[in-house]
Nanobody
């Protein structure tokens, strides 16, 4: 079992930055690829970013490339999502998730999920 707890969400203005954190406990954090997903009201959950177990490779949704950066600190069992130049369309509940796959964008391949943290971007 892996427990994931997100933090760092909030209400910001367009153009601002936020850094989300996801702290893991339980089984060995470095055994899992990690991902960030988001779900806006009335929409399906969508992939945002993913990172391999070592942190050596990352992958992003096209609309966040160049603005968001995923990273991890295996010593702290934490994955981060640095979000810059935020836009109103980034408003959503953001979830972190853990997968035994090498690197995946498919939500069904993630085994463990956090409870989510709200990000609201005003125009």
């Amino acid at each position: 079992q892996v427990q994931l707890v997100e933090s760092g969400g909030g209400l910001v203005q367009a153009g601002d930055s936020l850094r989300l954190s996801c702290a893991a406990s339980g089984r060995t954090f470095s055994s899992y690829a990690m991902g960030w997903f988001r779900q806006a009201p009335g929409k399906e959950r969508e992939f945002v970013a993913a990172i391999t177990r070592s942190g050596g490779s990352t992958y992003y949704k096209d609309s966040v490339k160049g603005r968001f950066t995923i990273s991890r600190d295996n010593a702290k069992s934490t994955v981060y999502l640095q979000m810059n130049s935020l836009k109103p369309e980034d408003t959503a509940v953001y979830y972190c998730a853990a997968s035994t796959a090498i690197l995946t964008i498919t939500s069904g391949t993630y085994t463990y999920w956090g409870q989510g943290t709200q990000v609201t971007v005003s125009s």
